[in-house]
């Protein structure tokens, strides 16, 4: 059974730092499609960044391109959302998804219909 739980959410001021974890399991971490989803008040799910975790090829969205940082750790099932320089814009609830076919072509490889399994989320909340 595959299985995504996030970590790491909080509150933090403007220009802050926070970094999330997404801790998988229920399937072979070591090729796998991996991404961060995030959904801001009466806004919907944006995909911001992913990793294809065999190869490390990495995707970003713009609106995080530069700040956010995706890893994983393979040996430890774990994916990572290193993000500085937060902003109050940032506040959303972060989740994390799943793909086990692969990250697909790039005009799709952010869209969450994408990817299967989902993660609960966790709130991250920047403060101006």
């Known amino acids: 059974q595959v299985q995504l739980v996030e970590s790491g959410g909080g509150s933090v001021q403007a220009g802050g730092s926070l970094r999330l974890s997404c801790v998988a399991s229920?399937?072979?971490?070591?090729?796998?499609?991996m991404a961060w989803f995030r959904q801001a008040p009466g806004k919907g799910r944006e995909g911001i960044a992913r990793?294809?975790?065999?190869?490390?090829?990495?995707r970003y969205a713009d609106s995080v391109k530069g700040r956010f940082t995706i890893s994983r750790d393979t040996a430890k099932n774990v994916l990572y959302l290193q993000m500085d320089s937060l902003k109050a814009e940032d506040t959303a609830i972060y989740f994390c998804?799943?793909?086990?076919?692969?990250?697909?072509?790039?005009?799709?490889?952010?869209?969450?219909?994408?990817?299967?399994?989902w993660g609960k989320g966790t709130q991250v909340t920047v403060t101006s």
């Open positions: 229920g399937f072979i971490f070591s090729s796998v499609c």
């Open positions: 998804a799943a793909e086990v076919v692969g990250c697909g072509s790039d005009s799709l490889t952010l869209h969450p219909s994408r990817y299967h399994y």
């Open positions: 990793i294809y975790t065999l190869s490390r090829d990495i």
